[in-house]
């Protein structure tokens, strides 16, 4: 679905990226220049909403732990009743909206309702907290995966049903999403499948804003900073063998020069 339907409404699902407005893809500053309407999270607003027009209606419906949120009914209504009128509607979501961002939950919605919609992909803050730290996120023999996980279920705590094998995988790039109030949890879990305390860790608040703050830590010593801390911006987690900065790789390419 990528012909915009100007009679019966169309609907962009746009990824804003983690706050930067530069950080935005062109098509999404486009999408939002040209919208009608632009329904937009708690955590794509600020400068990134300079990219509407001056005729475009900003509706906030944000969702962020622990305050008064949109339904996702209420939300789904929005979008469908938008379009129904014809207007060019933007859903404005932070990061990469494919990547935890409750993309589905709309995408049933639109499809159900015979609305047509695109899904505009955006620089996910995984991405731009390890640039931002000046790190990779793979590394040949040493990082070969990288893995983004959550670390709260629909009510805010650590998920039951969690692979230990895989996240507790030395060899693997982790990045934990909503997982600050959990993490003391999960570190000890980690432990306790064999992730040594001392492994890098990095612990990215913020990302793409002017307040950005960047903590290289160990997923141990980060789990005591967590356990009583006060959440109050958003954040990630990064984990694994490449999250220590400075950090040389080992190369074991036999043409290498040393």
């Keep these: 679905m990528t012909a915009l339907a100007q009679s019966t409404g169309f609907v962009s699902l746009v990824s804003a990226g983690p706050g930067d407005p530069e950080l935005l893809t062109l098509k999404a500053a486009r999408r939002m220049a040209e919208a009608d309407v632009i329904l937009f999270d708690d955590l794509a607003s ?3 909403l300079d990219q509407a027009g001056p005729q475009t209606e900003l509706i906030a419906v944000g969702k962020r732990a622990g305050r008064p949120s949109a339904r996702q009914e209420h939300v789904n209504a929005l979008l469908i009743g938008h379009a129904r009128q014809g207007r060019r509607v933007v859903r404005l979501k932070s990061g990469d909206a494919g990547i935890f961002g409750r993309l589905e ?5 639109l499809t159900g309702a015979g609305i047509p919609f695109e899904i505009v992909p955006g620089v996910t803050s995984a991405s731009a ?7 990779p996120l793979t590394r040949r023999l040493t990082a070969r995966r990288l893995q983004f996980v959550t670390g709260a279920d629909v009510t805010g705590n650590l998920p039951e049903d969690i692979n230990w094998a895989a996240i507790a995988d030395p060899g693997a790039t982790t990045v934990v999403f909503m997982g600050q109030r959990s993490f003391p949890k999960l570190a000890d879990g980690l432990h306790a499948h064999g992730l040594p305390p001392s492994t890098p860790a990095l612990f990215a608040e913020a990302v793409g804003h002017p307040h ?3 903590v290289h830590t160990t997923i141990g010593e980060l789990a005591v900073m967590m356990r009583n801390a006060e959440v109050t911006q958003p954040g990630l987690i990064l984990y694994g063998p490449l999250a220590l900065r400075g950090e040389k790789p080992q190369s074991t390419d036999p043409d290498s020069t040393p």
Excluded: K, S, W
Aim: hydrophobic share 60%; glycine share 12%.
């Design 46 to 48: 600020g400068p990134v």
């Design 105 to 109: 939950e709309e995408l049933i919605a």
């Design 129 to 135: 907290a390890a640039a931002a730290a000046g790190l």
């Design 212 to 214: 950005q703050r960047l």
